[in-house]
């Protein structure tokens, strides 16, 4: 795994959080890797409060209240990744584009290294 980059958030990422007022219930986007899921590792993206520890990813302009917060075990797992929202015809949802994971299920939140 390369380390050099930590993940980053596109704006549109930000702009959705901002959009359901994350920053103003105190809360952050937490992205986790987790072991499970159809290929080996799964992500867990849930509404949290930062913790001590977390590398903390935060917008600009006016989604600069929002922040993206990562736990020190994912964060090799997810090193140059980049957090997206998309919407699409089957639902919108936060998507990362991972340059690490090797192989993904077709669920999108399952991936293999």
Known sequence: ?????????TPRAFARLHEIGAADSGK?????VEGGGCSG???DISLDDPAEGDLVL???GADA???????????????????DFT?????ARFVIENPNATSS?????SFSM
């Open 105 to 109: 299920c077709g669920c999108g939140t």
């Open 58 to 60: 935060e917008g600009t």
């Open 87 to 91: 919407e699409e015809l089957i639902g």
């Open 1 to 9: 795994m390369d380390l050099t980059l930590p993940p980053t958030v």
């Open 65 to 83: 209240a929002e922040r993206v917060v990562i736990d020190e075990v994912s964060l090799p797992f997810l090193a140059n990744a980049t957090i």
């Open 28 to 32: 952050a986007l937490r992205i986790a």
């Open 41 to 43: 590792f799964q992500y």
